[in-house]
Every structure is written in structure tokens, then in C-alpha cells.
């Protein structure tokens, strides 16, 4: 499974991605669905959508299983709204009257894709008739139920109950082995009844002995039903899984990653699955990777966010931060406003370290890094990046107050806000330190730094744009 990464990413490429993996979907539009409006692309065969419980992962996920017709040849259901979204008494409006859902699918013109919009028409949902056909499976928690919880006769008739055929499981030992790091010398299910009632039980053999699911771990049952449906099902199906880490150890976790990136790359499924694992995430390529974060302005997704970040964010910051030195407080107080207005995710995801001038911005990055910590540095403007090694510089030709201080829209508002002349203070103080500007202003604003600090960066994004530092966000995220 080493190579399944680069196995899978070959087999996705836009030349040959429809030949390879049929239909899939390529993107959804939501809108009006448990209070999200917003759009979601996918851009690997495996996708992990990942946020703090709420987010609306798994309104996400669901929907995507209601974008195909069952094929012809198969019995199993089809997904409806209706199947995730039931209107009750207590749930009397789970979407809006205008609600819809647009779907875009990979065609055989490469670059062409299909699109059908599912839309709510009164009291019945329009658009499924024109949608492509795959096999879809949804699995939850119930995929794999321990028997004693059901009450099942291999329980309480367990004296009783009698074989019969034996299920064999075509590489599920091998499969199952890497998962958990455990010699499984056979994976089977066995056919069990008693009177009219007839079940099966999941069998495995190791370490010289043999027991059924009624001896195993949660987590053990979860991923042996788990990997019989994604082996045993038809290729190119859709499948749905919900925080499938759900009772693996960690480094189970990370491997259990790894083989859906082998089962996809063999078998050409596409899978979508929602995780809080940052094992799991860190498993898999940056194309695979959202993140849904739902605020005071709605529901946003985040592409290709690391399993760092995923773990800082979802710890609330308290694990698994990155530190990013900075020369002084401006510059801490500019990329943090920077990254609020474009990535508020990222703000727990780092530590902004304000180490001194750029050589001591260096220096604090070294030691951060002998000390095992991810470490950036975000040098002034005036400085030469190094993106190779994670050295880059805030935007724009001059230190980040001179930036801020010569931009005439800031200069107009210190006017207007604390009655200070800007201009007239570097006529005053022409060998002023552009280090010294707020605090001049300060004085003779008779105001707090750290409110002139504040004001005059906001005042200074407002007026240059979200254009302003995107390209540096962007490299940030993708480092983090």
C-alpha cells in the first residue's frame, strides 16, 4: 500500500479520470440544508471532510449520497433528501422551502462536466431522473452493531444455533493484517440459524486460535465489515463512511487511510468520509483534505488544510500548534488580522512568536525546529523570502508600518478617529523609527498601542482589499 498514493493520483488524472472512476462527483452546491449555504469540490478519490461536531460534515456527506439512480442491475436502495432529511413534529423544517442541492459530475469529455440540480417543488424534491447511476452505500455506526447489543440468537440461543456455509473473505486476512498491525491468518463469515432465522457471523483466526465477532473489540468487528463491503462491492460505487477511526488506535488509524487509498486505486470507488482524526488526515494527500468551519457568517470549507492544522483546530488550539516568528508586535498584529479576515481556522493553529529584528526571526526558527516544533518565519517586506525552507515575507516593498502609515486612507482616519496629524508628525520628526510610529501616534492620541495598533491595520486591509497578502495566506496554509 506504499505506493497507493501515487498509484491513485495517476489513475485520477483528468485524461483519464472517467475511464478510471466513471461518474464521480466533482463538486456540490448546498444551499438550504441545516443552515448551510456552501460549496464543496472534490478533488481526490478519497475525501476527508473534517470540523467540530456541528459543522455540518455529515449534511455534507449525506447529500452526496443522494446524487446518484440506483443502477438497473442492482437491488440495493437509492438515497432520497427525504432518507437524511425527514420532516416531523420535532424537525418540522430540517431545509429551507427553496432549499437545493447542485451536483457536477466527471463526463468522458475530460474537461466537461454534467450538471443536475436537485430543488424542493412544493412538497417533493425534482432532478433525480436526470442523474447518472452508481451503487451508494451509507456506513454508520450500524454497519457493524456488537451482537450482545442486538439481542441476536448467536447470543441468547448461542447453545442452539447451527453452521451453515462458510463465507469465504478473498484477501481480507492480508487487508485486515495491515490495518491493525496484526498477523491475521484468516478472515471469514460464517453462516449461522436457528428455526426459521438465519445470520452470519464474522470469523477471524489468529495467534493459533480461532473466535467470532461475539469475542472481538468494537473496533476490530467495525473494520472487518467495513473492509468485507468495500472489497465485495460493485467497482465504482460511492460510499459514505462516518468517522471510521471510531475505536482504532492511532497508528490503526493512519493505516487504515492508507488502505482506502489502496482499495480505491484497485477497485475505483470513491469514498467520502468524515473524521475527527488527524492520523487519518495526515494519511492522505493535501488534496484530500477539507475542513468545515461554521461561524457567526455561515458554514465555509477549507481546501487542503494539514493534519497539523486539523489537530491544532479541532484541540481548540491546545496540541499540535505551529510556530511562526515574526520580527515585532506589528507584524504579529498584521498577520493575525491577515489571517482572521482570510483563514480564521489558522489563528489556532499556529503561535505567533515576535522574536526581534530578521536575524533573530532566524534564530528563534532554529531553535523552535531542534526543539521538534513545526516552525514558519514571516520576515518584513524589506527581507528575501526562502519558501523552500519556510521562510517567507509579509507583502507588499517596506516594513509593515511604513506600509500601513504612508497609506493615505490610514492617514485620514487617524485624522478623523484621534485628532492626530500624521503627516504633520513626520514634518515634526523627520528621523522618526517607523518602529516608533504607533507609539507617537498613541501619545498624542493620548490613546492605548495597542488600539492604534489595531485601528490603523484594520483601516489599512479595508482599504487595499482581500486581495492584499491572499497569495502569502495561501502559501501560509499550505505550510501549516
Known amino acids: 500500500m506504499t505506493d497507493s498514493k501515487i498509484v491513485l493520483s495517476a489513475k485520477f488524472k483528468l485524461a483519464s479520470r472517467y475511464a478510471n472512476f466513471g461518474p464521480l462527483l466533482t463538486k456540490m452546491e448546498v444551499d438550504g440544508f441545516r443552515g448551510i449555504k456552501a460549496d464543496i469540490e472534490f478533488e481526490y478519490p478519497v475525501t476527508a471532510i473534517t470540523g467540530t461536531n456541528g459543522s455540518g ?56 462536466s454534467q450538471s443536475v440540480t436537485v430543488t424542493r417543488v412544493k412538497t417533493k424534491w425534482s432532478g433525480y431522473k436526470r442523474q447518472p447511476e452508481r451503487d451508494c452505500y451509507y456506513v454508520g455506526l450500524t454497519l457493524y452493531i456488537p451482537k450482545v447489543e442486538m439481542r441476536d440468537m448467536s447470543i441468547y440461543r448461542s447453545s442452539k444455533i447451527e453452521l451453515t456455509d462458510k463465507r469465504d473473505f478473498a484477501d481480507g486476512a492480508k487487508y485486515i493484517s495491515q490495518i491493525l498491525d496484526s498477523a491475521y491468518n484468516d478472515v471469514y463469515f460464517q453462516g449461522i440459524e436457528h428455526n426459521d432465522k438465519q445470520g452470519e457471523l464474522g470469523i477471524t483466526e489468529r495467534f493459533g486460535t ?113 510556530a511562526v516568528c515574526v520580527e515585532d508586535n506589528f507584524a504579529s498584529a498584521m498577520l493575525r488580522e491577515m489571517m482572521r479576515r482570510h483563514d480564521p481556522l489558522m489563528l489556532k493553529a499556529v503561535d505567533l512568536v515576535e522574536a526581534g529584528d530578521t536575524k533573530a526571526v532566524l534564530t528563534a526558527k532554529s531553535f523552535y525546529e531542534k526543539a521538534g516544533m513545526k516552525t514558519l518565519a514571516v520576515r518584513d517586506a524589506d527581507t528575501a523570502p526562502d519558501e523552500a525552507t519556510n521562510i517567507f515575507a509579509l507583502p507588499g516593498t517596506m516594513p509593515p508600518e ?59 486591509l479595508d482599504a487595499n482589499g482581500p486581495d492584499w497578502g491572499a497569495d502569502l495566506m495561501k502559501k501560509l496554509s499550505m505550510a501549516i
Not at 59 to 76: E, F, G, H, M
Not at 220 to 249: A, D, N
Open 57 to 112: 460534515k455529515s449534511t455534507l456527506a449525506q447529500l452526496s449520497l443522494c446524487a446518484y439512480r440506483r443502477p438497473v442491475t442492482s437491488s440495493d436502495k437509492r438515497y432520497y433528501v427525504p432518507d437524511f432529511f425527514p420532516v416531523s413534529p420535532v424537525d418540522p423544517a430540517p431545509f429551507t422551502a427553496d432549499a437545493a442541492v447542485k451536483y457536477e459530475y466527471q463526463t468522458e469529455k475530460a474537461k466537461d
Open 210 to 322: 480461532s473466535y467470532s465477532e461475539n469475542n472481538m473489540g468494537f473496533g476490530e468487528g467495525r473494520v472487518v465489515y467495513m473492509v468485507r463491503l468495500l472489497e465485495t462491492s460493485p467497482l465504482q460505487s460511492l460510499f459514505v463512511i462516518e468517522e471510521p477511526e471510531t475505536s482504532l488506535h492511532e497508528s490503526a488509524q493512519y493505516r487504515l487511510a492508507s488502505y482506502l487509498l489502496d482499495v480505491c486505486a484497485r477497485r475505483k470507488h470513491q469514498i467520502i468520509l468524515t473524521t475527527h482524526s488527524s492520523a487519518l488526515t495526515e494519511a492522505l494527500p493535501p488534496e484530500a483534505r477539507k475542513f468545515v468551519f461554521r461561524g457567526d457568517a455561515g458554514v465555509r470549507v477549507f481546501d487542503r488544510i494539514s493534519g497539523s492544522r486539523v489537530r491544532a483546530t479541532l484541540s481548540n488550539g491546545r496540541i499540535g500548534k505551529v
Open 402 to 460: 511604513k506600509e500601513v502609515f504612508s497609506c493615505p486612507d490610514v492617514r485620514e482616519r487617524i485624522a478623523a478617529e484621534f485628532q492626530v496629524e500624521f503627516t504633520k508628525l513626520m514634518t515634526q520628526y523627520p528621523e522618526m523609527d517607523h518602529h516608533d510610529y504607533v507609539k507617537t501616534v498613541a501619545y498624542e492620541a493620548q490613546e492605548d498601542p495597542a488600539h492604534v495598533r489595531a485601528c490603523v491595520i484594520k483601516w489599512f
